[in-house]
């Protein structure tokens, strides 16, 4: 796109905006646009300059300031926001769309209506066009979670570790939740190892809120903005694994340090690992189509392990 | 070149005003006398390039532009905006709407939908709509979505064919194909294509992350035909995984194999520390995936083909020694 068309847009969407915000800062307007307040001042001078034909001085949209406040009148013709484009009703749809996938996190309801409402408005936008599967796992732990959250309470919960495969139960203080690759996650803080921990949804197998309100220390409020799903540290253990052709989805699945294509269609992968425990079930659940290189003491215990597993089999060896 | 810029803006924002404002068509030479901007066009044919290049820019931002004549005794078109197509209609959203709503926009960590999502709201707010601030401590967040996915939303929009090449998840192989889009499914995480494979003669699901070129429509607009009662995520639940239909017996020893239980069906308790579970799966290799992390926690007791699919790769990793 031109300059010219960049910049139409933002102009027919400010004159509409600032009808129906008089008296706004520049600062708030330059940030609800996202640029910066020297483009909105030289955007309000552009308006200033336009109108009806004629352009007499009753023609021309007025912009006037208060200070550092800003108002504008006089521009009945435009004070209504052009249609949204493909690309804005995909961005809203689309992600309504996917918040249906995460039952609880969001009143499910609310979601639908906004979805008729928007569809509606934005014309040829409807689920012919993008659609979601309606998440089937049990909305019980998100509502948990999401009373929790807005009740400031307590939950206690039984989790699933499946590095170590222990199911545990401890008391957490909610702090937030986030999603990330179709999954949602709450980070709150664990009274028992008294720190901020991310859990998994799919893996609470009970929870409760309690009556209790939850305590969460204020400097673990402020690291639980940075926790996410797991990233690698450089402390973590480096694990090399040759994957087969058939195999290559765990480079996309996990994340990586670096990714080598090997002679006949198979990879080199090397990722970072916390838990040990955790590499061995890797190890285990790849048989026959994965080996673990280095570490060599890791590769020995997945080994082991299959061994173990494999005198199941055959009691008598 | 700002400058020009700027005055090229300033131009199509009276053009927008004056043709939202007039009831009747304008010709090309009242809109040249009307609109400040045209005046210092050196020329009539620099004129007409300016007002061709005008016109295709408004179009091409979704201002819908008619072209009509007032009587039937005119003989050159006139042009005006249609004012009811032209705004956004009324719109009115409960607080719990608007809030999910807001949410919703800022789910993106791709810039580009990011920015989409933002100019969307800031138009829902001028049309009134209040955005309330998101519900503290809820902050879902979208994977950095795939760039085709606008293209291809466009594509199944207006019906057309669209190509792209694509690289195929088993063998790593880069192709290019031509398809009918019906439809975008969001399934799990990510988002798919679901349309009919032109070269395969077939329905076809497509992995959005997989497809490396930006796709391209080609044809005339309104080709595509779906199915009736086409159930996207239906169609892709049934490439992503056939139902699991088959059950297999497992024995978990007590207190491990977390994930299984969950998945069973049913669970007993049997004796000497261990439980029997009743496991779905589709085929042996899919019941070997789900079972081996559980390493000697977890044992399959039948059926026997699904025992050897276990038995059999259990033996390959010990091997490596």
Redesign the interface.
């Known amino acids: 796109m031109s300059g010219a068309t960049d910049h139409l847009p933002r102009l027919l969407a400010l004159v509409p905006w600032l009808l129906a915000h008089p008296d706004t800062p520049v600062a708030d307007v330059a940030k609800q646009f996202g640029v910066d307040e020297r483009q909105i001042r030289r955007d309000l001078d552009l308006i200033w300059m336009c109108g009806l034909p004629g352009h007499g001085p009753g023609d021309l949209i007025d912009v006037f300031y208060e200070g550092d406040r800003v108002s504008l009148s006089n521009a009945d013709t435009i004070s209504k926001p052009l249609r949204l484009t493909l690309d804005e009703a995909l961005a809203l749809v689309a992600a309504l769309r996917t918040l249906l996938g995460l039952p609880g996190l969001v009143e499910t309801s609310a979601v639908d209506r906004a979805l008729a409402k928007l569809e509606a408005a934005a014309g040829g936008m409807s689920d012919d066009v993008v659609s979601a599967d309606r998440a089937a796992a049990e909305p019980g732990v998100a509502t948990a979670v999401r009373t929790a959250l807005e009740s400031q309470r307590r939950l206690r919960m039984r989790y699933w570790v499946p590095a170590r495969d222990e199911a545990d139960e401890r008391d957490v203080d909610p702090i937030r939740t986030f999603t990330a690759q179709g999954a949602a996650y709450l980070v709150g803080w664990c009274r028992r190892v008294e720190d901020v921990r991310t859990f998994r949804l799919d893996r609470v197998l009970e929870i409760a809120v309690l009556d209790e309100p939850a305590e969460v220390p204020a400097e673990a409020r402020r690291r639980a903005v940075d926790a996410g799903v797991f990233t690698p540290a450089p402390e973590d253990r480096l694990v090399t694994i040759d994957v087969d052709p058939q195999a290559r989805w765990v480079a996309d699945y996990y994340p990586t340090e670096d990714v080598t294509e090997q002679a006949g269609g198979g990879l080199r992968v090397r990722l970072r690992a916390r838990d040990d425990d955790w590499v061995v079930r890797l190890g285990l659940g790849l048989a026959g189509s994965a080996v673990i290189v280095d570490p060599p003491e890791l590769a020995a215990a997945v080994c082991a392990a299959a061994a173990q597993a494999l005198a199941e089999y055959r009691p008598n060896g | ?2 400058i020009v ?2 005055r ?3 131009r ?3 053009l ?3 043709l ?2 007039t009831r009747s068509y304008l010709t090309a030479e009242r809109i040249r006398e ?3 901007g045209y005046d210092d066009a050196p020329s009539d044919d620099a004129f007409k390039r300016a007002f061709e290049r005008d016109k295709e ?1 408004l179009r ?4 819908p532009l008619e072209t009509g004549t007032n009587s039937a005794f005119d003989d050159e078109p006139g042009y005006r905006i249609a004012r009811g ?5 009324d ?4 607080p ?6 807001g ?3 800022r ?2 960590t791709s810039a ?17 709509v209040e955005v309330a601030p998101l ?9 950095p979505t795939d760039a085709s ?2 293209p291809l ?2 594509a ?2 207006d019906g057309r064919v669209v190509t792209f090449d694509y690289r195929t ?4 192989v880069e192709s290019r194909r031509t398809v009918e889009p019906w ?8 988002w798919y294509l679901v349309g009919h494979d032109r070269d395969r003669a077939d329905t076809r699901v497509f992995r959005l ?1 997989r497809v490396v070129s930006t796709p391209k429509p080609t044809g005339p607009t309104g080709v595509v035909r ?1 199915p009736a009662d086409l159930d ?2 239906a169609v ?2 049934s490439y992503d995984a056939a139902a699991p239909v088959l059950t297999a017996s497992v024995r978990v020893r007590a ?5 299984l239980r ?1 998945a069973a069906t049913t669970v007993t308790a049997v004796l000497d520390g261990w439980d029997l579970v009743e496991l779905p799966y589709r085929d042996p290799a899919h019941l ?2 789900l079972v ?6 977890a ?1 399959v007791e039948a059926p026997a083909d699904a ?1 050897d699919a ?9 091997g ?2």
């Open positions: 070149l700002p810029s700027s090229r803006t300033e199509l924002l009276n927008v005003i004056c939202l404002h009307l609109v400040p820019d091409d931002l979704g201002i197509d032209y705004a956004l209609p719109l009115t959203l409960e719990d709407e608007a809030a999910v709503v949410l919703a926009a789910m993106w580009t939908m990011g920015e989409a999502a933002t100019r969307a709201l800031r138009k829902l707010e001028a049309a009134g519900p503290d401590g809820l902050q879902p967040r979208l994977e996915l606008q939303a466009e199944v929009r998840g088993r063998d790593n439809g975008l499914v969001w399934w799990h995480g990510r992350s779906r996207l995520a892709v639940a207190q491990r194999g977390h994930g969950r070997a995936d081996l992390p559980y390493g000697a926690d044992v025992v276990v038995v059999e790769r259990l033996v390959a990793l010990a490596t020694r």
